[in-house]
């Protein structure tokens, strides 16, 4: 049950509000994708929220049972998409309107290459359209909104980076989402309170809701307990 108002307040209800068009967290709308109840293997981070505000330098602060999280939307978003993307049940295509065409170098193609069958799996349609020219067809859905041309280059470019290193299949599916979780969030603007509570919702139901794919904080937490003796309360 959502927590009783304080102050006149309304709490926050769990279902997801609409999310304006122009709304970065519009673009972390799953609908259409069937969605199975999560078990809980993993604590959420908290018992219930309430959005409070959006700071001026876009940070986004909540009210939980236990204390009040500053948090980092664009950290949290990349945990959010590399999370869906590693979970194949939940992987759509977007197919593109119009075909876009991308030239990679020689070196980032040759890797490509030997990604090909994990960027399918993870909701791309690319295809060599002529000597290092990529074409791409569909984008993950998760990933919607992002220029497909920079995501496509982004993703070759860190793939380049990482050298012939030889990995498991998990570490070729971990490497190739945190390059589009980094790329997709890197093109987010300034969230809505609307879209906010969207995206605190979704980083709840993350398994590691804590740091970003790159090991970077998501959320400060300052508990009560904390504030209280901060203020000699």
């Given amino acids: 049950d959502d927590p009783p108002a304080r102050n006149g307040e309304m709490p926050v209800h769990r279902e997801d509000p609409p999310a304006r068009h122009d709304d970065p967290a519009a673009h972390l709308d ?28 876009g940070y986004v602060l909540i009210e939980t049972d236990a204390g009040i999280v500053t948090l980092n939307p664009r950290a949290a978003c990349e945990r959010i998409v590399f999370e869906r993307l590693l979970d194949r049940q939940q992987v759509v295509s977007q197919p593109l309107l119009i075909p876009e065409t991308v030239q990679l170098s020689p070196g980032e193609s040759n890797r490509l290459r030997s990604f090909l069958d994990v960027l399918e799996a993870q909701g791309f349609q690319i295809e060599e359209f002529g000597r290092d020219t990529w074409k791409i067809d569909a984008v993950p859905q998760v990933a919607g909104g992002t220029a497909a041309t920079g995501l496509l280059a982004t993703i070759a470019h860190d793939l380049a980076e990482t050298g012939a290193r030889r990995g498991g299949v998990r570490w070729r599916d971990e490497l190739v989402a945190q390059s589009v979780a980094r790329s997709f969030a890197g093109s987010l603007d300034r969230f809505t309170p609307e879209g906010a509570v969207k995206l605190v919702t979704e980083l709840g139901a993350c398994r590691s809701p804590y740091f970003s794919p790159r090991g970077k904080p998501v959320m400060i937490f300052s508990s009560f307990a904390e504030l209280k003796r901060k203020f000699d309360r």
Avoid at 31 to 57: C, D, M, N, T
């Fill in 30 to 57: 799953f609908s259409g994708i069937e969605v199975a109840p999560q078990p809980q293997a993993h604590a959420a981070p908290w018992k219930y929220f309430r959005f409070l505000a959006i700071s001026e330098a």
